[in-house]
């Protein structure tokens, strides 16, 4: 997120948006308006082809459709400078393309491994496979901002697929985001557990909420 290990910890520079430098109330309504077309996208995409695979087109597409609009120098690119983020230095922009090319190939491997829908472990199979894929995602930053946008959102596409309801990781509060934050920072040690957790009653969150409709 941030342009270069200098910036303090989980720091973002927006000076290099399409509106120049704007209050950080009017960007998040812009976020917010991006998610959604994000969203509208996958939907698209599914509608079209329910077993979608994730991609480097894909997920190239989806983060040009959704950030274009405030920042359209790079939106939908990889990015071509090295970026630090919760203190620590992401991949080497040059090795992008090979480390997506893998983690797209990765992801739909272990898609294609888990078990049947009315296996007892279908769930919490999936519940795993999100964690590590939303943690991987984040840690090779392909993406000079929004990675973290975008990986719930391609979460999202994967729910879809699999026949679950979307969810929403809580990040309405300064403990939510620091739950997801630490949740994270967790998995950069090996221990998925807590992003785990978090996506388990996020998911459980909306099966329920289907179940009362």
Known sequence: MGKSSTKPKGATSYRDTAFGIIPRSKLINLEIEGTKRGLEYIENLLSRQKDKKISPDLILGLHKVSFSCILPKWAGKLRVIQVAFSGKEAPAFY???????????????????????????????????????????????????????????????????????????????????????????????????????????????????????
């Open 95 to 213: 090795q992008l393309s090979e480390l997506v090319m893998n983690f797209c190939r990765d992801t739909e491997e272990r898609i294609s491994h888990l078990p049947n829908q009315d296996k007892e472990n279908f769930v919490l199979d999936v519940v795993a496979l999100l964690a590590w894929f939303q943690h991987k995602f984040v840690f090779i930053h392909p993406f000079q901002d929004y990675n973290g946008r975008t990986a719930r959102m391609l979460t999202i596409l994967i729910l879809l697929r699999l026949g679950l309801p979307p969810i929403e990781l809580r990040s309405e509060t300064e403990s939510d985001r620091r739950s997801y934050l630490n949740a994270m920072q967790k998995g950069d040690q090996g221990d998925l557990s807590l992003l785990e957790k978090l996506i388990s009653q996020a998911l459980t969150e909306s099966l329920e909420n289907i179940k009362n409709l």
